[in-house]
């Protein structure tokens, strides 16, 4: 799920533990943070596979967190 997309959901709960614009601060900081080690450790991974991970981990964190766990990360 692209992060841009974070912001059209709605949680299955009125009452989300974790407000929206939190969550968006939290995965752009998140990848930010992961880019900047890929970087740091001399991008031994291809630019594909980071932003895999990348979708991956924001595709799961965020079907958690607004409560569809069941949904399976893109990919």
Not at 11 to 23: G, L, Q, R
Not at 29 to 50: F, M, R, T, V, Y
């Amino acid at each position: 799920m692209h992060i841009s997309k974070v912001m059209d959901l709605q949680p299955a709960t009125a009452h989300s533990i974790v407000p929206k614009e939190y969550m968006v601060t939290y995965l752009a900081a998140a990848n930010l943070s992961l880019i900047q080690h890929w970087l740091e450790s001399g991008k031994s991974q291809p630019a594909s596979a980071i932003a895999l991970m990348i979708t991956h981990i924001v595709g799961g964190g965020v079907n958690n967190v607004i409560g569809n766990a069941s949904a399976a990360p893109p990919g």
